[in-house]
């Protein structure tokens, strides 16, 4: 899946090497790309583990003589056998980059059916763009829900800055006996012109919105400011005024 995203143009010039590794479980599907040469490392095991063992070689061949020379001769038929079985290992991997292909494509014409038949989601119907792009995160809220660091990152590949996050208190009231829970997330980006701050500010209303409804729990309080700056003032440095400041000249 993350080579037809990644590399949508090389689905049909990939050339597939199977490694094989017993512990496959604990490791990455594809080991090793190489892009000058098209070729990809997988942790599997490819048409080669079909043969008999004895064709490479039998329990006698490494005993007695010079045991390194046995050893390299082994380790030569196994690259030869290798390379035999290299357009099969190739053909069926390029056969499975289509399928997924094909059918994440499938998925994908579905998403605005699938979203609004079990999530009661208009995505069709939606104006806001950021939340429109997030909108397709919701077959995985069970995931994603309440996972707080989580949705930081998420924000900021969306918005496409860095992000904050400060978790704390909030009550609406005077009184202390009626504190929630709050998560503030800072979209911290430098240099937006007044007005641009602005419309941003206005953009990201909806955003917060979806996200309080989807990906919160009911009792926490989810917040999103834009922020100038990331960096803590020091003595002697110039202030950076943030967002909430502006100078008005008479």
């Keep these: 899946m993350l080579l037809n995203y990644l590399y949508p143009d090389l689905s049909e010039k990939w050339i597939a090497r199977y ?48 045991i390194q020379e046995k050893y390299n001769k082994v380790e030569q038929k196994k690259k030869f056998f290798e390379e035999v079985f290299l357009p099969f290992n190739t053909f069926s991997f390029r056969e499975n980059l289509y399928i997924e292909k094909n059918i994440s494509n499938l998925l994908y014409t579905k998403l605005d059916y699938v979203l609004k038949t ?64 709050n998560v503030e997330y800072q979209l911290l980006i430098p240099g937006l012109s007044a007005e641009e701050y602005r419309k941003l500010k206005n953009d990201v209303v909806p955003l917060q919105q979806f996200i309080s409804e989807w990906l919160m729990p009911v ?32």
């Design 219 to 250: 009792e926490v309080r989810c917040e999103i400011t834009i922020k100038h700056h990331n960096q803590p003032q020091n003595a002697g440095e110039g202030l950076i005024l943030d967002y909430n400041t502006e100078f008005v000249e008479n």
């Design 19 to 66: 490694v094989g590794t017993f512990y496959r479980n604990y490791n990455n599907d594809s080991m090793s790309i190489y892009e000058d040469t098209n070729e990809v490392i997988l942790a599997r095991d490819g048409f080669l583990k079909l043969l008999p063992e004895a064709l490479i070689s039998d329990e006698n061949e490494l005993k007695g003589g010079n």
């Design 118 to 181: 079990y999530f009661n989601y208009d995505r069709a119907a939606e104006t806001n763009p950021y939340v429109k792009r997030i909108s397709v995160v919701l077959p995985y809220i069970s995931e994603l829900r309440a996972n707080f660091s989580r949705i930081a990152k998420l924000l900021g590949v969306l918005m496409g800055c860095k992000t904050k996050m400060k978790v704390n208190r909030y009550s609406d009231e005077d009184s202390t006996r009626c504190w929630v829970p």
